[in-house]
């Protein structure tokens, strides 16, 4: 059930910032769509509620999939997706570009490497201020690159549900960039140890982000040796990626965790240690991940009441296994899944029976998402989910552009600054908020109202280059005639109804519609 103070807030607010962004003009004669509508897709409003669930949000070539193959058929392919996402050739070409795609990191880290030494050589020099900044400039755009191809592929690509949970499981295990060099590692991060395992198996998803120099180094076990334990990743794998907090585990539990993950870290020099100066057997090195026995505490733990002897790279494996299977995870997970694609307070019994099959299939995603998509409670909670930041930006670009490739990503990730949801920009270890109270502040709509302007218009600067002078080649879009709109119209209330008709113009018309409440909410 729609929230009548919101849906007033909504509409509104959309209908007041023309008038508060600008100077008033006479009204131009109303605005009046074409004669003939295209006709409706056949589908039934629940399917396009389904779709706009589990995608980044309904357009009019989604709906036709969906029209083409049947809902069932729809979310299979979407739970067990092809390799190729099939990109428009445009947002290929733009990914393909990007000296993420075209350097292996370990030619990356080989460059920075090489920087950051001219930045310690130019210490106190006249150049010092210059060379760091230079430095600087190479983080923050490989960063931006990885938002980028974050987005071509949340907006153009066919496997949808699989871009959603990209952005789920980044943020379940969430690094900062604003900390030491995650910068240049945030790309291969999201890359390697979270998109492969999105719909895979909960422990080989665990394992990929607790050996990725990303995440040693933001929750520094980097530095956790014998000796000088340090309990920041021990204490968050179990309270934020496992368990849960009041799951049952102790204090003394992180402690020993702690003592089990001594001697995990990195090494970025791409060579391996001299082992004249092991007293131990055990050394690993695959990548950046770097297995050091020198640093490791071979004494026995006591963890979740089991004894784990000292063997060990042996015993990280051995306690990850045991966290990715105990019940409590089960649970953890299954009610972080609910919240995201469910409700913000999902029903325990739907909680309960995604618990179960995450149990009975070894921690298998896809069929805790079955058992999810296939519920009951699933089918009730449609239409009425807030969208958070970057599901709103996302699903109001796919509304209105489709497959039209965006050339400029920049305004686009502002918007996404300005809402408090920058990609890869949350500071603590906990992610983004997954409910709606974190969303819906004053000032928060006011930049959701402002931004629907922008996209409504056509003239937001994404489809020009940034050093491209005068207004945007693309005309101002028309959502009210796509397939997508037939589809939905008759699912609005009579309040939207009656607010998209004082539109005056296609633009004032598109940003009442985005600014809608069902708009708003999926």
């Keep these: ?29 109303a605005f009046h769509p074409v004669a003939e509508s295209p006709a409706p897709l056949d589908t039934n409003p629940q399917d396009i509620a389904i779709l706009n669930r589990v995608s980044w949000g309904a357009n009019t070539a989604g709906a036709q999939a969906v029209e083409a193959q049947g809902i069932a058929h729809y979310l299979d392919e979407q739970l067990h997706p092809t390799a190729d996402d099939h990109l428009p050739p445009d947002a290929r070409a733009q990914i393909a570009a990007m000296s993420i795609t075209r350097k292996p990191m370990s030619e990356i880290v080989s460059e920075l490497r090489a920087d950051r030494a001219k930045v310690k050589a130019a210490k106190g020099s006249a150049d010092s201020k210059t060379v760091r900044k230079a430095f600087q400039l190479v983080l923050t755009e490989y960063a931006r690159e990885a938002a980028t191809r974050s987005l071509l592929r949340d907006l153009y690509s066919t496997n949808q549900l699989k871009e959603r949970l990209t952005w789920f499981w980044f943020n379940h295990f969430n690094v900062s960039q604003k900390k030491a060099d995650i910068r240049a590692f945030v790309g291969d991060y999201e890359e390697n ?24 180094l933001y929750l520094d076990n980097a530095k956790n ?51 004249r100066w092991m007293p131990r057997d055990g050394y690993v090195r695959q990548g950046f991940f770097e297995f050091n026995p020198n640093r ?8 979740l009441g089991r004894t784990i002897h000292g063997a060990g790279l042996k015993e990280v494996y051995q306690a990850l296994d045991l966290l990715s299977r105990e019940p409590a995870t089960a649970h953890h997970i299954s009610l972080q899944l609910a919240t995201y694609f469910v ?8 909680v309960d029976a995604m618990a179960a099959t995450f149990s009975a299939s070894d921690g298998d995603i896809a069929a805790v998402l079955t058992t999810m998509f296939h519920s009951p409670e699933f089918t009730a909670s449609l239409n009425g989910k807030f969208k958070d930041p970057i599901h709103y930006a996302i699903s109001a670009l796919r509304a209105t552009y489709g497959d039209t490739v965006i050339i400029n990503p920049l305004p686009l990730l502002n918007w996404l600054n300005r809402m408090g949801e920058g990609l890869y920009m949350h500071e603590t270890p906990d992610g983004y908020p997954l409910t709606q109270a974190a969303w819906t502040g004053p000032g928060e709509m006011e930049t959701r109202f402002e931004i629907a ?6 003239r937001s600067g994404l489809f020009r280059s940034p050093d491209m002078p005068g207004p945007e080649p693309a005309p101002t879009p028309h959502i009210q005639q796509t397939r997508y709109y037939a589809a939905i ?25 985005l600014s809608s409440p069902q708009f708003m909410q999926h």
Excluded at 343 to 350: C, E, K, V, W
Aim: charged share 15%; proline share 9%; hydrophobic share 45%.
């Design 453 to 458: 302007r922008q996209i409504g218009l056509g």
């Design 225 to 275: 040796a014998a000796g000088h334990i340090n309990e920041n990743y021990a204490r968050e794998v179990m309270e934020l990626h496992t368990m849960g907090v009041g799951s049952g585990y102790t204090q003394k539990d992180v402690q020993e965790l702690a003592r089990i993950l001594t001697g995990v870290g990195i090494n970025l020099t791409g060579r391996d240690r001299n082992r």
């Design 343 to 350: 409700s913000d307070n999902p029903p325990p019994a739907l």
């Design 1 to 29: 059930m729609q929230n009548p103070a919101f849906m007033r807030l909504c509409l509104l607010g959309a209908l007041l910032l023309p008038a508060a962004c600008s100077t008033p003009k006479p009204a131009p004669p």
């Design 193 to 216: 140890a979270i998109r492969p395992h999105v719909l895979g198996h909960f422990r080989d998803l665990l394992l990929a982000t607790a050996f990725h120099p990303a995440m040693l």
């Design 296 to 303: 490791h505490d071979y004494g026995d733990k006591i963890f």
């Design 489 to 513: 119209a008759p699912t609005l209330s009579a309040a939207t109804v009656q607010a998209l008709a004082q539109a005056r113009t296609p633009a004032d018309w598109n940003m009442l519609f």
